[in-house]
């Protein structure tokens, strides 16, 4: 019996990688997006916007 995968990301056969999303949010309440399909980049420019003082959180989500 296969173990399920809890987010079900890993079984859709369409998708040749994966895409991370990450969220900035600002101390005036403005929101940012960018999209990576690598996540190592995507962690890279997560913890780069996280060490500006104007950044509120910073965080990667994966979107598919």
Do not use: I, N
Not at 25 to 32: I, L, R
Not at 48 to 53: D, G, H, K, L, T
């Amino acid at each position: 019996m296969a173990k399920e995968d809890k987010d079900g990301f890993s079984r859709d056969r369409r998708r040749k990688h994966h895409h991370w999303l990450v969220s900035v949010y600002y101390a005036d309440g403005e929101k940012f997006g960018r999209v990576y399909t690598d996540k190592d980049k995507a962690t890279r420019f997560a913890e780069r916007q996280r060490r500006s003082p104007v950044v509120k959180t910073a965080r990667v989500t994966q979107v598919s």
